[in-house]
């Protein structure tokens, strides 16, 4: 298995198309993308291609978002955006300026995946993209009538915070031709057993893994994965999340 | 960045030297240990090497484990083992036989990590190892003395499944060599803005990546991460590990 990190995506704005721009980069570096890819894309880029940028300025706190930036030392804006992002906080630290929340998207993640970092101007922050496996649906329509391929997966990652460890890693917050739980149900191992762990989060897996050779400020924004296994499929990203009745963590 | 698989190692035994091992199945294949590789190797040969394995039928339950079993359902001497292998009960479910634990090493997961599967006898269940930073340790140094190389880290995976998504992904138990985490603190993004995510736990991406090519009863219990960034460091996986005092989740 190969994990190949794509330079040379230039800046990338609102109304970018990302399927052509990836599709050239990897072209222009050498290694071009083949049919049984998974084509890593981060959240970031996404974002803005779909314009998910705030500017600050424009940003009226509620008075809700005034006062747990008050207790928590945050920026009241970005608290308010958090919010508007949100479904459910899931906990608060105020003392260490903390909101872990459920996004409207159904992530559990810190600052509901609101970012500053990697954005021109000190003012704007990006926002989740809207729907990222529509985002991941769409690149990858565009690779698979481009190449053209059949067997190709995309996923949009974000880095996120994990509870009980420390450190970041990236996970899979879009997915596109993919199932992204690989299921070992009634699998017997090699001692004639059924395996007790049946259920790995490859995309999870795939997205932390193309972290690895995306530095962070040395504009690596999409990997691709290569040699990996995977069955197609299209229900996204749902599979992921754990539904709310069986989490004893929210 | 490649991931390599590493098939071959024969059934492992308590009291095998698995340095050896690992250096000849990698050979054996085509694929010998290089500089600046990374060696993940899994909890379950680890422990098997070691002899963390216990007969059930040598387990007698306390009052205690007697009770959580008759209340979800579960084997009382698998809850024992389970209670003797943690310092505390993070969450249970005992509806659906769920038992979330801190690990006497310090590990939040289901179970203290105890696993039933790819164990030889239908009694037999093997724990975590004692010490999974001394175990790596030791791989470690018969690999970089026998190559011999001094650039390289080795990392003991075990499965683990998360808060809030569904499907279990490899994490970090044991580390050598190498330090955990990637700390970008300082670092300053492409627009002159400081980077946010500034800790990314790469030793469970690492972890998490090479469970991609351990498919799970085909005996791949190691495999070669070749090509990734990672600094040296005899810290192990304490690094990892949140401390309680900053958990929102313990």
């Avoid at 570096?29 to 974002?47: A, H, W």
């Avoid at 424009?58 to 949100?86: C, D, H």
């Avoid at 990652?157 to 509870?163: H, M």
């Avoid at 897996?205 to 995306?214: N, Y």
């Amino acid at each position: 298995m190969e994990i190949i990190g794509v330079a040379g995506i230039p800046e990338v704005h609102p109304g970018d198309e990302l399927g052509p721009m990836v599709l050239q980069a990897a072209s222009a570096q050498g290694t071009p993308i083949e049919d049984g890819d998974v084509v890593v894309v981060t959240q970031k880029i996404v974002s803005k291609a779909e314009g998910q940028l705030v500017d600050l300025s424009t940003v009226e706190p509620s008075k809700k978002a005034l006062r747990l930036a008050a207790e928590s030392g945050r920026n009241p804006r970005i608290v308010e955006l958090v919010l508007r992002e949100s479904r459910t906080i899931v906990r608060k630290d105020l003392e260490r300026g903390i909101l872990i929340t459920e996004t409207i998207h159904g992530f559990v993640c810190a600052n509901a995946g609101i970012d500053t970092s990697n954005v021109p101007g000190h003012e704007t922050v990006s926002l989740l993209p809207k729907d990222s496996d529509r985002s991941a649906a769409a690149i990858r329509r565009h690779l698979c009538d481009a190449i053209p391929v059949t067997d190709l997966a995309v996923v949009v990652s974000d880095t996120f915070g994990r509870a009980w460890r420390n450190g970041h890693v990236n996970f899979a917050i879009g997915v596109a031709g993919m199932e992204p739980i690989k299921d070992y149900r009634g699998t017997v191992d090699a001692h004639g057993e059924t395996l007790h762990v049946t259920r790995i989060a490859i995309a999870d897996e795939i997205a932390a893994a193309s972290e690895l050779v995306m530095a962070k400020a040395d504009g690596i924004p999409v990997a691709i994965v290569r040699g990996v296994t995977f069955t197609g499929g299209d229900g996204g990203v749902a599979g992921l999340l754990r539904d709310r009745s069986t989490d004893l963590f929210r």
